[in-house]
């Protein structure tokens, strides 16, 4: 088995070679077709997160071992599995649900996998799909991705079902008003393609930069800001000829954080996804006098995943970017995601 390894935070990834793992009990080994690269990767590869200040928080203290194989979108065909693996054959072509818990914990009994506190995240804490081989635990977290390609399935898995996580927590808003959506990278565009498929009244988009904006154009949005303008919450309110309920910010630094606090109405709702970086100050009092909601979302749980799947299954596949390279592209291809020289997503795939 060939894999791509981080061996040392910010250098780049080795190529390293070792026996090919034989799944037990449960397990499920798959050939890796497709692996989608994600901006998280970047944050495990250099292993800090910007927490506003100057300040750092390191993946090492969070559990984080080196040498790690990334990879958390991953597609494969099944080609072995333990003797009580149930419910897939050799040959089946599945999309791996990443953000796998510790199976006993009280949110992983809640079914909120992606939030345990021991987590077991592919491409993480255990081995990912930079790789020709990837072993999954069980083949509940294999899901059936129909008529889709694997280059489109792939990135559903972290992009498509953080966008759809962060979406279903407005409720039924998006249905009757217009959302704002801060930052077109991946999620932002995935975005775009869940509010069509959930015949949702559509989004403003603010981007800084005028390909992605056109980008979330294409993908169908209502309208799009430059985030660097002077007057975005000017230029968004005149555009919904209002205030706004809902807006959600897949950047996550300190001002976009404070641009979705200052275009919410009384009573709306800012769900923060980006792991950017940063940090906001906000007067107490505006918290329950704007009654404000302000909420994380970080990935999506297994059913919703399901969910997503099953709603792209009801609908075409909307628009979304996908470029594919061979798997020994991935340390140019993570350079280009770093410099923001990605539109939509690169998928790897084994050369
Ligand atoms: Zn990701
Ligand atoms: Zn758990």
Redesign the pocket.
Known sequence: MKSYQVCECGAPLQLREQATPKPAGTEVLLEVTAAGICHSDIHFWEGVYDIGGGKVMRLADRGLKLPLTLGHENVGRVVAMGPEAQGVSVGDERLVYPWI?????M??RRGD?QL????QFVGAFRPGGFSDHLMVPHPQYLIDYGDLTPEQAAPLACSGVTAYGALKKFGNLPKTEPIVVIGAGGVGLMALAILRAMEARGAIVVDIDATKRAAAMQSGALAVVDGRAGDVAAQIQAIVNDRIWGVVDFVGSGSTVKLGTDLLTKGGQLVVVGLFGGEITIPTPYIPMRAMTIQGSYTGSLSELNELMALLRAAPMPYMPVERRPLDSVNKSLQDLKDGNVIGRVVLAPN
Do not use: K
């Open positions: 818990g510790c199976g006993t914990c949110v992983c996998e345990c506190l021991a987590p």
